[in-house]
């Protein structure tokens, strides 16, 4: 069974993200980037399902800018076979991803999709259950445990009272939470052959797929300054406050 | 333990304008001569340019020799320096001075250096140059006979009590034909080459500053594309080396920074808060009026200037850049002499290479072409300026206008210098400093700075700041010195904590910056610091 992973390149989680100062987004320049971490519990959870014999090829995939290479070759060190890049300069919103990702998975007719569940940068969390949806396949959101069987898969997912278990059949898209795994060291020698695995870069007009955005965004901004606490004298006091200044009472 | 190797011919460790500049050139002479040469550089930051904090104004000297097209290849050198000031600062004053020789920076441009050395990366990738951001080189590896055979890059997924994690994934080992040390100022690895060569004998010992940087963007109409200013005098005493610098950048942003000698005396001081009470000057604050900062940081540079310069060569390997203090002092530059060392340190090699093309070999040219290029009669001539700041700023002053203007750097003696560690005084003999409160808009506590430095390690690995007796810091630093740690880490790492009626030192390595003055100034030195798990440490954007 071959497995595509979708990795995207996103604002590294140790960077205080910055809106821009006209508000048109968050700023970028010379930021470190990183692959967008659940993506790499995606990465690693295809290859222990590798290294277990339950699959196959392992394909990495981004969407977005050249830069997007790297992140492609990341997943590569750490074990993934190939790399397909789709390159476009264009904002690409969930929507347009799921629509290129199911193009691929047309081309490539892998029997597993495993996606993060959200990147760490926009938070959408809609590319795995949108290409589910396209594709007319079951899907595996929010997995903590992942298990191949005959044709079906089980799922485990933490849901708000505890653990749901699915059973679902193949193919699959699945999307992973934190608690999946806990992804490898990239060793040196895997970077230096990550090298000199193949990595195809295809456009979306290739894939024959419209990314033109749906949504527009309005403004990016800080989120306002959290006002010091007080200390209340008793109950009373609390719950007038709640009531009359904060007004969630 | 069993690890992996690799084989290169020239293993750098480093990727700071020296070691990206000496990667450069190396594969440039290698093409030239259609020769196989394999170079590959370590870098301890998540990304080349993470850990790389400068001010900077640069000197292009070494860039145009090396890449004389650099324009065109979009190096982003964007901001030609335009109005050069020097400013005396009294409390409330500021006196315009003549900007010293030293000091003059026409046709330099402003520049963040970590944004220049991610475009060298990229010129070197380019090259043929392997580049491993990411990994630090944790370890100096001997051939039997005593040579540098290369370096171990730490282990990763260690605990915190050192024993072996679910992902441990053991460090690697890369053995080289000559391995380059270009870890800039203090090097961790240097360090211990210092001892095992003896490369600082007979040399006046290194002494450091340190620079503490913020980045601002500022409101347009207070915005100056290319101003320099640098200004001496207040906050610091006259008795005290120290100064700041600020550059009008591209893009409305503005550099502020400020440069303290650890060579200070009163324990109580607190560079930090210099700093942010700098910022206060009615002469400076005004910039700043409306702005937003944007990052922060700090780096300790070398300033102990040419007679402070150690032997940079040994079997199998030698030293660039800032870890070999190759730094013009007065000027605060050292990326243009840090390229300029690696590139000289290139050619010593190819040659070497190229007549004996076998390990453990030391680069004894390297040192006698550097002597021949400028950099050696830039050191030479500025050699007596910073240590004549020992007798305080105005003599200081007038010293290094004689020596500049009368004898230009020629004068025929050398002054001396004083290691850091040694210059505190006990707290008993020192007034404390009562620092003003921040106010959250133009001055700030340590941890909201750290904060944009965007730093962090793993929590859970063994403590990277380690200290040779546990007892030292309340037996002697505590008790005699006040805790001195806990004012000049500019990262508030070190902090005095009382635990069941005992005051202790808690160490809170994930916020280390990678500055390296704990391991310059701590008085007995008694803190060693060695690298962390690679890729941990500062995330510096456009530092
Ligand atoms: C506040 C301040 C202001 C300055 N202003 C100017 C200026 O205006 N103009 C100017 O020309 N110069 C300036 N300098 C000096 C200049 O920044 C340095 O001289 C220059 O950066 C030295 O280059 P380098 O390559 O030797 O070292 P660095 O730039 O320090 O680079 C060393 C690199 O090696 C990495 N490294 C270190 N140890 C290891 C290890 N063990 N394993 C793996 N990687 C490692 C580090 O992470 C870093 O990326 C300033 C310095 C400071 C601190
Ligand atoms: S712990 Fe040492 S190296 Fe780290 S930031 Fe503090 S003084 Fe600098």
Redesign the interface.
């Known amino acids: 069974m071959k497995i595509l992973v979708a990795v995207k390149r996103a604002i590294?989680y140790?960077?205080?993200a910055?809106p821009k100062?006209d508000g048109s987004g968050v700023d970028l320049?010379?930021?470190?980037m990183?692959m967008n971490p659940f993506d790499e519990i995606a990465v690693e959870e295809a290859i222990r399902l590798q290294e277990a014999g339950k699959a196959g090829e392992i394909v990495a995939v981004s969407v977005g800018p050249a830069a997007c290479q790297e992140t492609l070759r990341t997943a590569m060190a750490m074990g993934a076979d190939r790399g397909i890049l789709v390159q476009t300069d264009d904002e690409v919103q969930p929507l347009a991803v799921a629509k290129l990702l199911k193009a691929l998975v047309d081309k490539e007719q892998p029997g597993l999709v495993i996606l993060g569940k959200q990147a760490i940068d926009d938070d959408s969390n809609q590319t795995g259950q949108m290409l589910a949806g396209l594709l007319g396949w079951g899907q595996g959101t929010f997995a903590a445990k992942v298990e191949i069987g005959d044709g079906t898969a089980s799922v485990k997912r933490e849901v708000d009272g505890g653990i749901q278990t699915l059973t679902v059949k193949l193919p699959l898209v699945v999307t992973a939470d934190l608690r999946l795994n806990?992804?490898?060291?990239?060793?040196?020698?895997n970077?230096?052959k990550a090298k000199k695995k193949p990595l195809d870069t295809v456009t979306p007009a290739d894939l024959g797929v419209d990314i033109t955005p749906r949504i527009k965004l309005v403004k990016v901004s800080e989120p306002p300054a959290r006002a010091g606490g007080v200390k209340v004298a008793d109950v009373n006091e609390l719950v007038a406050k709640l009531r009359n200044e904060a007004k969630v009472i | 333990m069993e690890r992996e190797a690799m084989e290169f011919d020239v293993v750098i460790v480093g990727g700071g304008p020296s070691g990206l500049a000496c990667a450069i050139r190396l594969r440039q002479l290698a093409a030239e001569q259609g020769r196989e040469l394999s170079v590959c550089v370590l870098e301890k930051g998540s990304e080349v340019g993470a850990h790389i904090l400068s001010g900077a104004v640069l000197e292009p000297r070494a860039l145009n020799e090396l890449m004389p097209d650099w324009k065109e290849k979009g190096a982003p050198l964007n901001t030609p320096v335009t109005d050069d000031r020097f400013l005396f600062l009294t409390e409330t004053r500021a006196v315009r001075l003549p900007t010293p020789p030293t000091m003059h920076n026409h046709g330099n441009y402003i520049v963040s250096l970590g944004n220049v050395c991610r475009w060298l990366a990229q010129q070197a990738e380019a090259a043929g140059v392997d580049i491993y951001p990411g990994f630090a080189a944790s370890e100096v590896l001997y051939h039997e006979d005593g040579s540098v055979k290369g370096v171990a890059t730490g282990d990763m997924g260690r605990a915190k009590d050192g024993s072996e994690g679910p992902n441990f994934a053991p460090g690697m080992e890369l053995h080289a034909k000559q391995t380059v040390f270009a870890e800039g100022c203090r090097g961790s690895l240097t360090k211990t080459l210092f001892e095992r060569f003896r490369l600082r004998d007979g040399v006046e010992p290194q002494v450091y500053g340190l620079g503490i940087k913020e980045l601002w963007e500022v409101q347009p109409d207070r915005h100056h594309l290319g101003r320099v200013t640098h200004t001496v005098g207040w906050p610091m005493d006259t008795a005290t080396y120290g100064g700041s610098f600020c550059y009008h950048l591209e893009d409305n942003l503005v550099v502020i920074g400020f440069v303290v000698g650890l060579n200070y005396t009163n324990p109580y001081l607190s560079p930090f808060e210099e700093m942010q009470r700098f910022k206060t000057h009615p002469a400076i604050r005004d910039t700043f009026e409306g702005a937003r900062r944007v990052s922060y940081g700090a780096r300790a540079i070398s300033a102990g200037g040419f007679q402070s310069i150690p032997k940079m060569t040994f079997p199998g390997g030698l030293l660039i850049g800032d870890t070999a203090g190759l730094l013009n002092v007065p000027k605060i530059k050292g990326s243009h002499t840090a390229m300029k060392s690696g590139m000289t340190a290139a050619e010593a090699i190819f040659e070497l290479l190229r007549a004996e093309d076998e390990p453990g070999k030391e680069a004894v040219d390297y040192p006698h072409r550097l002597k021949n290029t400028w950099l050696w009669d830039e050191l030479y001539r500025v050699r007596n300026i910073k240590p004549s700041f020992h007798w305080g700023l105005w003599p200081a002053m007038a010293y290094s206008a004689l020596d500049s203007y009368v004898f230009r750097g020629k004068a025929p003696w050398t002054l001396h210098h004083h290691p850091d560690h040694e210059s505190l005084k006990p707290a008993a003999q020192c007034k404390e400093i009562v620092y003003p409160k921040p106010d959250g808009v133009l001055t700030f506590d340590r941890l909201s700075s750290v904060f944009l430095s965007n730093t962090n390690h793993e929590e859970d690995q063994p403590c990277h700041l380690t200290l040779k007796d546990d007892t030292v810091p309340t037996r002697l630093n505590l008790a005699v010195y006040a805790g001195p740690e806990q004012r000049y880490c500019p990262a508030g790492v070190y902090e005095f904590v009382t635990e069941a009626g005992e005051q202790k030192l808690r160490i809170n390595a994930q916020n280390c910056v990678h500055c390296k003055t704990c391991d310059i100034k701590d008085p007995s030195q008694n803190i060693n610091w060695v690298t962390p798990e690679g890729g941990g440490g500062p995330n510096y954007p456009n530092m």
């Not at chain 1, 320049?29 to 470190?32: C, D, E, P, Q």
């Not at chain 1, 490898?184 to 020698?189: A, T």
């Open positions: 590294d140790n960077v205080k910055r100062s320049a010379n930021v470190k990183s806990e992804p490898r060291y990239v060793k040196l020698p970077i230096m």
